[in-house]
Protein backbone atom coordinates (compact mmCIF):
# COMPACT_ATOMS: atom_id res chain seq x y z
CA UNK A 1 0.00 0.00 0.00
CA UNK A 2 1.18 3.43 -0.92
CA UNK A 3 0.69 6.71 1.19
CA UNK A 4 -0.83 9.84 -0.04
CA UNK A 5 -1.21 12.78 1.72
CA UNK A 6 -4.55 14.96 0.60
CA UNK A 7 -4.29 18.49 0.04
CA UNK A 8 -6.75 21.52 -0.37
CA UNK A 9 -9.18 20.75 -3.20
CA UNK A 10 -9.39 24.50 -3.83
CA UNK A 11 -5.94 25.65 -4.08
CA UNK A 12 -3.94 22.38 -3.96
CA UNK A 13 -1.76 23.60 -0.68
CA UNK A 14 -1.96 22.13 2.26
CA UNK A 15 -4.84 21.31 3.85
CA UNK A 16 -6.25 22.91 7.15
CA UNK A 17 -7.31 19.20 8.41
CA UNK A 18 -4.90 16.90 7.98
CA UNK A 19 -5.69 13.86 6.18
CA UNK A 20 -3.90 10.52 4.85
CA UNK A 21 -5.62 8.11 2.42
CA UNK A 22 -3.20 4.66 1.96
CA UNK A 23 -4.07 2.49 -0.97
CA UNK A 24 -3.37 -0.50 -2.27
CA UNK A 25 -4.86 -3.95 -3.69
CA UNK A 26 -4.38 -6.86 -1.44
CA UNK A 27 -6.35 -10.41 -2.09
CA UNK A 28 -8.06 -9.55 -4.62
CA UNK A 29 -9.51 -5.95 -3.17
CA UNK A 30 -8.86 -2.34 -3.28
CA UNK A 31 -8.13 -1.08 -0.36
CA UNK A 32 -8.18 2.16 0.92
CA UNK A 33 -7.11 3.23 4.81
CA UNK A 34 -7.83 7.37 5.65
CA UNK A 35 -6.95 8.95 8.94
CA UNK A 36 -8.55 12.06 9.46
CA UNK A 37 -7.26 14.30 11.75
CA UNK A 38 -9.78 17.56 13.33
CA UNK A 39 -13.21 15.75 12.77
CA UNK A 40 -16.39 17.14 13.97
CA UNK A 41 -18.06 13.59 13.27
CA UNK A 42 -20.81 15.27 11.47
CA UNK A 43 -22.88 12.52 10.08
CA UNK A 44 -25.83 13.70 7.50
CA UNK A 45 -27.37 10.06 7.34
CA UNK A 46 -27.57 6.58 8.74
CA UNK A 47 -28.60 4.59 5.79
CA UNK A 48 -27.31 3.14 2.97
CA UNK A 49 -27.32 5.95 -0.04
CA UNK A 50 -28.31 8.28 2.44
CA UNK A 51 -26.69 12.20 1.33
CA UNK A 52 -23.51 11.59 2.95
CA UNK A 53 -21.73 13.90 1.29
CA UNK A 54 -23.64 16.68 3.28
CA UNK A 55 -21.32 15.78 6.32
CA UNK A 56 -18.08 14.61 6.87
CA UNK A 57 -17.20 11.88 4.82
CA UNK A 58 -13.84 10.11 2.68
CA UNK A 59 -15.26 9.39 -1.10
CA UNK A 60 -13.01 7.66 -3.53
CA UNK A 61 -13.55 7.60 -7.71
CA UNK A 62 -13.10 5.07 -9.13
CA UNK A 63 -12.15 4.95 -12.85
CA UNK A 64 -12.19 1.28 -14.43
CA UNK A 65 -12.19 2.26 -18.10
CA UNK A 66 -14.87 2.18 -18.90
CA UNK A 67 -15.02 6.43 -21.05
CA UNK A 68 -16.99 9.26 -18.45
CA UNK A 69 -17.50 6.40 -16.28
CA UNK A 70 -16.40 6.15 -12.65
CA UNK A 71 -17.80 4.67 -9.58
CA UNK A 72 -18.14 6.90 -6.41
CA UNK A 73 -17.81 5.36 -3.13
CA UNK A 74 -18.80 7.35 0.33
CA UNK A 75 -18.38 6.71 3.82
CA UNK A 76 -19.05 8.71 6.92
CA UNK A 77 -17.80 8.78 10.32
CA UNK A 78 -20.50 6.27 11.63
CA UNK A 79 -20.02 3.80 8.92
CA UNK A 80 -22.80 4.27 7.07
CA UNK A 81 -22.22 3.75 2.72
CA UNK A 82 -22.74 5.19 -0.18
CA UNK A 83 -22.21 3.62 -3.40
CA UNK A 84 -22.97 5.66 -6.78
CA UNK A 85 -22.49 4.78 -10.65
CA UNK A 86 -21.43 8.70 -12.00
CA UNK A 87 -21.34 9.31 -15.51
CA UNK A 88 -19.76 12.37 -16.53
CA UNK A 89 -20.11 14.41 -19.36
CA UNK A 90 -19.62 17.59 -20.37
CA UNK A 91 -18.98 18.76 -16.54
CA UNK A 92 -22.53 17.29 -15.94
CA UNK A 93 -22.52 14.48 -14.00
CA UNK A 94 -25.34 12.35 -13.87
CA UNK A 95 -25.69 9.44 -10.97
CA UNK A 96 -27.09 6.13 -10.71
CA UNK A 97 -27.52 4.68 -7.16
CA UNK A 98 -26.34 1.36 -6.66
CA UNK A 99 -28.40 -0.55 -4.28
CA UNK A 100 -25.88 -2.95 -3.54
CA UNK A 101 -23.31 -2.28 -0.72
CA UNK A 102 -20.18 -3.53 -2.53
CA UNK A 103 -17.72 -2.56 0.00
CA UNK A 104 -16.64 -3.65 3.55
CA UNK A 105 -15.50 -0.51 6.29
CA UNK A 106 -14.34 0.05 9.23
CA UNK A 107 -14.37 3.41 11.63
CA UNK A 108 -12.38 3.84 14.75
CA UNK A 109 -12.56 6.80 16.74
CA UNK A 110 -8.88 7.87 17.53
CA UNK A 111 -7.97 11.45 19.84
CA UNK A 112 -7.07 13.20 16.71
CA UNK A 113 -10.21 12.27 15.00
CA UNK A 114 -11.41 9.30 13.29
CA UNK A 115 -9.90 6.19 10.83
CA UNK A 116 -12.07 4.61 8.04
CA UNK A 117 -10.81 1.93 6.32
CA UNK A 118 -12.62 0.58 2.76
CA UNK A 119 -12.15 -2.72 1.21
CA UNK A 120 -13.73 -3.15 -2.45
CA UNK A 121 -13.17 -6.65 -4.26
CA UNK A 122 -12.55 -6.13 -7.94
CA UNK A 123 -14.78 -8.15 -9.07
CA UNK A 124 -17.49 -5.96 -7.57
CA UNK A 125 -15.92 -2.76 -9.87
CA UNK A 126 -15.51 -5.79 -12.81
CA UNK A 127 -12.11 -4.98 -13.21
CA UNK A 128 -8.44 -5.79 -13.00
CA UNK A 129 -5.88 -3.95 -10.99
CA UNK A 130 -4.28 -2.31 -13.74
CA UNK A 131 -7.33 -0.66 -15.08
CA UNK A 132 -8.13 1.32 -12.17
CA UNK A 133 -7.66 4.58 -11.49
CA UNK A 134 -8.82 6.55 -8.93
CA UNK A 135 -9.14 9.70 -6.88
CA UNK A 136 -9.10 10.43 -2.96
CA UNK A 137 -11.93 12.99 -0.81
CA UNK A 138 -12.23 14.18 2.24
CA UNK A 139 -15.11 16.38 3.33
CA UNK A 140 -14.95 17.82 6.60
CA UNK A 141 -18.26 20.15 7.29
CA UNK A 142 -17.03 21.54 10.82
CA UNK A 143 -20.47 20.03 12.55
CA UNK A 144 -22.91 20.45 9.24
CA UNK A 145 -21.58 23.67 6.91
CA UNK A 146 -21.77 22.05 3.70
CA UNK A 147 -18.37 21.97 1.90
CA UNK A 148 -16.52 23.89 4.52
CA UNK A 149 -13.09 21.68 3.52
CA UNK A 150 -12.93 19.86 0.55
CA UNK A 151 -9.55 17.70 0.45
CA UNK A 152 -8.36 15.86 -2.81
CA UNK A 153 -5.64 13.45 -3.41
CA UNK A 154 -5.30 15.03 -6.67
CA UNK A 155 -7.39 18.64 -6.17
CA UNK A 156 -9.51 19.57 -8.86
CA UNK A 157 -8.97 23.25 -8.25
CA UNK A 158 -12.38 24.63 -7.59
CA UNK A 159 -15.78 23.77 -4.93
CA UNK A 160 -16.67 20.50 -6.70
CA UNK A 161 -15.18 17.06 -7.12
CA UNK A 162 -17.02 15.94 -9.86
CA UNK A 163 -15.12 17.62 -12.27
CA UNK A 164 -13.37 15.49 -15.48
CA UNK A 165 -9.27 15.46 -15.29
CA UNK A 166 -6.48 13.20 -16.45
CA UNK A 167 -4.74 13.04 -13.49
CA UNK A 168 -5.86 9.63 -11.84
CA UNK A 169 -3.83 7.72 -9.16
CA UNK A 170 -3.07 3.97 -10.37
CA UNK A 171 -2.99 1.62 -7.44
CA UNK A 172 -0.04 -0.53 -6.68
Known amino acids: MKKYILKDNKTGGESPYFTSVELGVENGCLKANFVCHHSSMYSAGNN ?7 GDVVELFI ?3 IKDHYFEIELSPNNAHFVGDIENK ?7 LINKDIFASTITKTDLGYD ?9 LGCSKESIRLNAYRIETNGGEPNACLMALNPTMCGSFHVRSEVKTPVE
Open 48 to 54: FNDNLYN
Open 63 to 65: YTG
Open 90 to 96: DRSPKLT
Open 116 to 124: AFISIPLSE
